[in-house]
């Protein structure tokens, strides 16, 4: 398992997951296009290394269906983080 | 001055080919001209015979099989179309069978979305 503590530290990779948030299931393609609507425009080869480190991370699952690479956003490793600091209630 | 004359798609079986782009997409028949085992296979966008040919090329060259298993692996289209709406094209293609690898989704000026021709390639449809 990666740090998924260095996997939030970058702001692309911040925003695939709001994109995976927003959209599960998407392919590198359609994640590209996610990041340009949002303002962002990476390669598509920088945009391939950082699903990597998220997927290291184990914050997004990839899935094989036939042909296809879909990519699934999984945020259980957060959980950690509240572990760790409990937030209180308001 | 040259002008764009063809464009071509590989494909995996050249009847299917005909089926998806003129009985499902809607392009029509320019030229079939037997060649071998082949046909040279073209069709045009409906309404406008003389313009730019969408060649259907039988995908034989080893070097096309990994290159397209790569592009579609990661949901990259061979070619886009442009079509009136694509949100009412992409649901009356996934009514007739058409597998939609990426739903119509707004990119800046324009949605799209990517459909797979059933014989080897992803198509972008936009509006």
């Given at each position: 398992m990666g740090d998924v503590y260095r996997a939030?530290?970058?702001?692309?990779?911040?925003?695939?997951?709001?994109?995976?948030?927003?959209?599960?299931?998407?392919?590198?393609?359609?994640?590209?296009?996610?990041?340009?609507?949002?303002?962002?425009?990476?390669?598509?080869?920088?945009?391939?290394?950082?699903?990597?480190?998220?997927?290291?991370?184990?914050?997004?699952?990839?899935?094989?269906?036939?042909?296809?690479?879909?990519?699934?956003?999984?945020?259980?490793?957060?959980?950690?983080?509240?572990?760790?600091?409990?937030?209180?209630?308001? | 001055m040259p002008k764009v004359s063809y464009c071509s798609v590989f494909v995996d079986d050249q009847d299917r080919a005909l089926q998806f782009y003129r009985d499902l997409l809607g392009f029509e028949l320019k030229h079939d001209v037997p060649l071998g085992e082949h046909r040279w296979?073209?069709?045009?966008?409906?309404?406008?015979p003389e313009g730019t040919q969408l060649l259907l090329e039988p995908a034989e060259h080893p070097a096309v099989k990994p290159f397209r298993a790569a592009l579609v692996e990661d949901g990259i289209p061979a070619t886009a179309f442009g079509v009136d709406d694509v949100t009412a094209e992409v649901e009356r293609l996934a009514g007739r069978g058409v597998t939609v690898v990426m739903p119509p989704t707004p990119t800046g000026p324009v949605t799209m979305a990517v459909v797979d021709d059933s014989c080897g390639n992803l198509i972008q449809l936009f509006s």
């Open positions: 939030l530290a970058d702001p692309t990779r911040r925003a695939l997951l709001d994109a995976l948030t927003a959209t599960d299931g998407q392919t590198l393609f359609a994640l590209c296009a996610a990041l340009l609507e949002r303002g962002l425009s990476p390669t598509r080869q920088a945009v391939s290394q950082h699903l990597t480190v998220l997927e290291e991370a184990g914050l997004v699952r990839v899935r094989r269906e036939g042909r296809y690479k879909f990519h699934d956003l999984d945020t259980r490793p957060l959980r950690e983080i509240a572990r760790r600091w409990p937030v209180p209630e308001e | 296979l073209t069709l045009t966008a409906p309404g406008d």
